[in-house]
C-alpha cells in the first residue's frame, strides 16, 4: 500500500475498533434507540458509514453504479425495516474489506486524478477518500454520543476513556 493508501486506511481504521466496542453488546432495540430531537439510531448510523464507504467510491472513483444490499439505501428505509446487527455489522466488515482492496491497488497517481462530484463539483480522489474517512470519524462520534444519551457505559478504549 502506498503512502497515500496507507494514510486514508489508517483514518478509516482509528476510530473502527472504538465503534465495534460500542455495537457490540447492544441489543437490537438498542440499535434502533432514536435519540431526542430526530436524531439518527446507532443502526442508521453504521449502515450509513458503510454505505458512503462503499457507495461514494464505487460511484466516483470506479464509475460504477451503486450498491443496496438491504435493497434500498438508509436514507429510505424505515426503521422496522432496518436489518438485524448481525446484517450491518457483516455489510461494515465487508465495506472495509474492499476498501483495504481498493487501497492496496490504488497508486500513488490514482489520487491526483479528478472526479466530478454532484454536491462537491470537481475534486480529487484523494478528496473522495478524505469524504470517506471524515463521514466515518463524524458518524462515529454520533455512535458514541447516542450510546452515551441511552445512559450506557462509556467505552473505554485501550485503558483510558473516551475523551468527553
Known sequence: ?????????????????????????????????????????????????????????????????????????????????YPS???LLGYFSEVRALSQQRLDGASEEDFNRLVDDPTWGRISVRQVWMGVVTSCAWHGGQIALTNRLMGLPRCATRGAALPD
Not at 446507532?42 to 467510491?57: K, M, Q, R, S
Open 1 to 81: 500500500m502506498n503512502s497515500q493508501a496507507r494514510f486514508v486506511w489508517e483514518g478509516l481504521e482509528f476510530r473502527t475498533p472504538i465503534i465495534l466496542r460500542i455495537v457490540e453488546p447492544l441489543s437490537e432495540d438498542q440499535m434502533r434507540w432514536l435519540p431526542p430531537n430526530n436524531s439518527n439510531s446507532i443502526a442508521w448510523l453504521l449502515w450509513h458509514i458503510a454505505e458512503v464507504e462503499d457507495n461514494w467510491v464505487r460511484e466516483m472513483i470506479y464509475g460504477q453504479p451503486k450498491r443496496f444490499p438491504f435493497a434500498n439505501s438508509v436514507r429510505e428505509a424505515a426503521l422496522d425495516k
Open 85 to 87: 446487527k448481525p446484517a
